[in-house]
């Protein structure tokens, strides 16, 4: 029987690989258990045996394909690490510990906006089906450097997105930021730390409530190595707290950002 | 079973498996994950006398080498 917990790695078997532009790339794993209690927001540690670097490296994980119990890996190459993955064939197996981190609320009641950044999308793709489902009113800003980069559009072709390239090659010309619209009541954002910080800015004194994925560098994803540590308001005043722990999602009123 | 306590100075432990710095937290984040009653002692990481707010990232970067450093994050 297929067990996953905080516990312990379990090793799995990659089913089908994608080779995207630009060197993304898609891995796709069967674990039925892992692919149902996932929830947009949450992310996996992978550990990669034939990678030079020792420590595991995390991810957002993609699509869940409930009726295969298939979930996707997204990722693009940046290092030796996602080097090493990208080489990977179909039946090579890579070591994955989760669901880590809090996922995004996406049960909060109101109007949801969705913000992407480049791979920041990765998210996303498992919180559309399910905003779908529930009938709301939602929406996908979803931007790019460029029309080859604003990757998964026969798959978003099912919801309501609007898209932005920097170099205006597909949707609108222009950053996301540039598209952000007051009249909702949640947002979701996943992308580049300035886009952020930007997106926090933008509803700074609005009411309407901002979730934020934070990226950092992890050791081990569990709280215990203290490396993805970043200054963060809590109830004492500022503090560094752990984005694998106590993220990756946070509120954005919560988060400071580099002066 | 054998008895295999024993101490450094003041310090008494019940046996001399000893979780190294750096690599247990402050002992209770290992809680999930094993028996801490099992273990003769835990070092932590390094810790103040009043709390500290810690080291800005980025806290640890790729080497050359394996050998890896984590700058300090938090302190309790």
């Known amino acids: ?259 | 079973m054998s008895d295999l306590s024993f101490s450094i100075g003041p310090l008494r432990f019940p046996n001399p498996v000893v979780l190294a710095s750096g690599t247990a937290g402050y002992g209770y984040e290992l809680e999930p994950y094993i028996d801490l009653d099992l273990l003769g002692g835990v070092i932590t990481k390094g810790i103040y006398p009043a709390p500290r707010a810690g080291n800005p990232s980025p806290l640890k970067l790729p080497s050359k080498t394996r050998i890896s450093s984590f700058n300090l994050s938090i302190s309790r």
């Open chain 1, 1 to 259: 029987m297929e067990t996953m917990d905080k516990k312990g790695y379990t090793p799995l078997e990659i089913v089908d690989k994608r080779e995207w532009r630009e060197d993304f790339f898609s891995l796709f794993f069967h674990s039925p258990l892992l692919t149902s209690s996932l929830r947009s927001g949450h992310f996996l540690m992978v550990r990669d045996p034939d990678a030079p670097p020792l420590l595991s490296r995390p991810f957002s994980m993609g699509r869940l394909f409930h009726d295969e119990g298939v979930f996707e890996l997204f990722f693009q190459v940046v290092g030796k690490g996602t080097e090493s993955m990208a080489r990977k064939r179909v039946g090579d197996t890579l070591s994955v510990l989760g669901p880590l981190g809090n996922p995004f609320p996406l049960e909060k009641p109101g109007r949801v906006l969705l913000i992407a950044g480049g791979r920041g999308i990765s998210p996303f793709l498992s919180a559309l089906p399910v905003l779908a489902e529930s009938k709301r009113d939602y929406s996908l800003l979803y931007g790019a450097k460029t029309a080859r980069t604003l990757l998964f559009r026969p798959f978003l072709a099912d919801f309501p997105v609007s898209y932005r390239t920097d170099d205006g090659s597909f949707g609108q010309r222009g950053l996301v930021v540039d598209g952000l619209s007051r009249e909702v009541d949640l947002v979701f954002a996943c992308g580049p730390e300035k886009m952020l910080e930007r997106v926090a800015l933008f509803y700074k004194d609005l009411p309407t409530e901002v979730y934020l994925s934070l990226e950092e560098r992890m050791g081990c994803g569990t709280g215990i190595c203290y490396g993805c540590a970043r200054k963060v308001r809590t109830d004492r005043g500022v503090e560094m707290v752990r984005v694998c722990e106590e993220g990756p999602v946070f509120e954005a009123s919560r988060v400071v950002w580099d002066e």
